[in-house]
Each structure stands twice: as C-alpha cells, then as structure tokens.
C-alpha cells in the first residue's frame, strides 16, 4: 500500500523555521509532480509549492522568497524549507502526489494525513 506521510510540523514562533518532509513508502516505481499544500480552519487548501520531477518549482505569491521545495526522487521524498514564518502561515499542511506508478496501480492526485503547522507571534 502506497502512503505519504508528513513529518516536521509544530511550534514556532513568528520569524522562525521549520522544515516539512514528506516520505513516500510502498511499492513505487515512479512519481510525477509533487506538492505541499495548505489549509487553515475555515479555509479552502490552497497550494503552498509544487516541484516537477525535473526539479521546476513554483509557488504561491504568499511563500515566494521564504519557503523552498525540494524533492529527491531516488528515495521519494519531498521537503518544505519555511523560513521567516508569519502569523498568517500556520495551517495543516499536506503532501501532495499528482500520480504514482506502484505495484499496486497507478494512483493520482494522492495526498497524506497532513502536518500542524503553528506559528506563534
């Protein structure tokens, strides 16, 4: 069974860091673009960055200059460098696959459990 699990959210203070990772685990053969994404309470999830699998990036206007993504597609993962973070940021934050190649089939648009991300000012 293919999963992708968050790890590295929590607590930190305005103008702080954290960095996210996201692990894919299962039978993979390949994975397309990857993303984080992010939803705060009584918000829609909106998309924080994504990486292609040859290393394009694009992110939302609200992150540019202080998050980064990066991927490494021999052992699946992909991080969230936050850096500067802001009052406006904390939200749970999910992984995000648009398709992978298993054994167990080909699955799209995959996400993971999510991540806390809190910022305290």
């Known amino acids: 069974q293919v999963q992708l699990v968050e790890s590295g959210g929590g607590l930190v203070q305005a103008g702080g860091s954290l960095r996210l990772s996201c692990a894919a685990s299962g039978r993979i053969f390949s994975i397309d673009g990857m993303g984080w994404y992010r939803q705060a309470p009584g918000k829609q999830r909106e998309l924080v960055a994504r990486?292609?699998?040859?290393?394009?990036?694009n992110y939302a206007d609200s992150v540019k200059g202080r998050f980064t993504i990066s991927r490494d597609n021999a052992k699946n993962t992909v991080d969230l460098q936050m850096n500067s973070l802001k009052p406006e940021d904390p939200a749970v934050y999910y992984c995000n696959a648009a398709r992978i190649v298993s054994a167990a089939g080909t699955l799209y648009n995959y996400w993971g459990q999510g991540t806390q991300v809190t910022v305290s000012s």
């Open positions: 990486i292609t699998v040859g290393g394009s990036t």
